[in-house]
């Protein structure tokens, strides 16, 4: 059977997104002994230039991600989630191709994003794929991971 992944913006406020969200804070919960919310909100999304992306395998949902402003030129990479016997199939790389491409449309010059260092699979493919290192922009927990992606604004969209 072939496999076939796609990753496009969803709304959040659907039945697939919430389960995906519920699954994720679940697991960094356990994780991490909080609540597991990274201080995320639905409503984050909900704003102009922001996305939820919702990867489907086949039609159904397997991972999810999201992009929030948090300046005219960065936008933040949140809730990044592949459900369990879905990893390592390309599902992470999908989304994160989809929010780098609507950031590029949304007219940002970079891309930022945490992760804590329980989580080394995703640090590692954040590496691969472009990212680098910078100091914790958010938040006082100093173990975060905390990486960069500078990418190019498309200019008919840029604001001005």
């Known amino acids: 059977m072939s496999t076939h ?43 102009p230039r922001s996305a939820f992306i919702i990867a489907r395998l086949n039609g159904h949902p397997v991972g999810c991600g999201a992009l929030r402003p948090l300046d005219e030129e960065t936008v933040e990479v949140k809730r990044m989630y592949t459900r369990s016997g879905f990893r390592r199939q390309g599902v992470a ?50 173990r975060v991971l905390a990486y960069q992606k500078d990418i190019q604004p498309k200019p008919s969209v840029k604001t001005r």
Do not use: N
Not at 100 to 129: H, M, N, W
């Open 93 to 142: 790389q999908a989304i994160l191709a989809e929010i780098e491409r609507l950031a590029e449309d949304f007219g940002y010059s970079r891309i930022k994003l945490q992760t804590g260092p329980k989580q080394p699979e995703a640090a590692a493919l954040y590496e691969r794929v472009g990212y680098y290192r910078i100091p914790i922009y958010h938040g006082d927990w100093d």
């Open 5 to 47: 992944i796609t990753a496009a913006a969803e709304d959040i406020r659907s039945t697939d997104a919430e389960q995906l969200i519920k699954e994720l804070s679940q697991e960094l919960g356990a994780l991490y002994d909080s609540d597991g919310s990274a201080g995320f909100q639905p409503s984050d999304v909900e704003v």
